[in-house]
T-cell receptor
Framework: KAGVTQTPRYLIKTRGQQVTLSCSPI?????VSWYQQTPGQGLQFLFE???????NKGNFPGRFSGRQFSNSRSEMNVSTLELGDSALYLC????????????FGPGTRLLVL | GENVEQHPSTLSVQEGDSAVIKCTYS??????FPWYKQELGKRPQLIID?????GEKKDQRIAVTLNKTAKHFSLHITETQPEDSAVYFC????????????FGKGTKLSVKP
């Protein structure tokens, strides 16, 4: 099976702009989670989507949002970008059964200038 | 909410020695504890995981132990090799929220040949 893919891989934006990142999960996986990785804060959970519904949400401001489509592909959006939003954004997918492993994509590196 | 503490933040060992990384968690309802390895510029990859009904799990040179009473779990790597050099993350989650992993801050392991 193909792994989790993310597009774009690199992105440069300026403060105040908005950005949309995309994640395609492993075929058959219905759960997609998003994480922000920074040197200072490490890996932080943003949200999880399952069958087009947000199932869990981390402690991030409302500028961070996401959605999932019927084919399980997911997008996350960050509006009104701040310098502190510069990070590696990772998505991860997992199957529907309890205890299934979460597999990460390569990430999108976002730089906000 | 859940909080995961990971120690040490950096660890340097000689090739062939053992390495131990320890994590503590705060939420007694957490019952799934994966460990991820992240090489520079690459995605996190699951190396081993353990569930709360098991006290120890081994996979070749890697083992994880879990002490539910004390709320801590540890990663043990024996006969370390230079290719084990990477950042290792522990994480915790509870049933129904396994798409919501709470990560430790990571341990940078350096194995010197």
């Amino acid at each position: 099976k193909a792994g989790v893919t993310q597009t774009p891989r690199y992105l440069i934006k300026t403060r105040g702009q908005q950005v949309t990142l995309s994640c395609s999960p492993i075929s058959g996986h219905r759960s997609v989670s998003w994480y922000q990785q920074t040197p200072g804060q490490g890996l932080q959970f943003l949200f999880e989507y399952f069958s087009e519904t947000q199932r869990n949400k981390g402690n991030f401001p409302g500028r961070f949002s996401g959605r999932q489509f019927s084919n399980s592909r997911s997008e996350m959006n960050v509006s009104t970008l701040e310098l502190g939003d510069s990070a590696l954004y990772l998505c991860a997918s997992r199957g529907s059964l309890v205890g299934e492993t979460q597999y990460f994509g390569p990430g999108t590196r976002l730089l906000v200038l | 909410g859940e909080n995961v503490e990971q120690h040490p933040s950096t660890l340097s060992v000689q090739e062939g020695d053992s390495a131990v990384i320890k994590c503590t968690y705060s939420d007694s309802a957490s019952n799934y504890f994966p460990w991820y390895k992240q090489e520079l510029g690459k995605r996190p990859q699951l190396i081993i995981d353990i569930r709360s009904n098991v006290g120890e799990k081994k996979d070749q040179r890697i083992a994880v132990t879990l002490n539910k009473t004390a709320k801590h779990f540890s990663l043990h790597i024996t006969e370390t090799q230079p290719e084990d050099s990477a950042v290792y993350f522990c994480a915790a989650s509870r049933t129904g929220s396994q798409g919501n992993l709470i990560f430790g801050k990571g341990t940078k392991l350096s194995v010197k040949p």
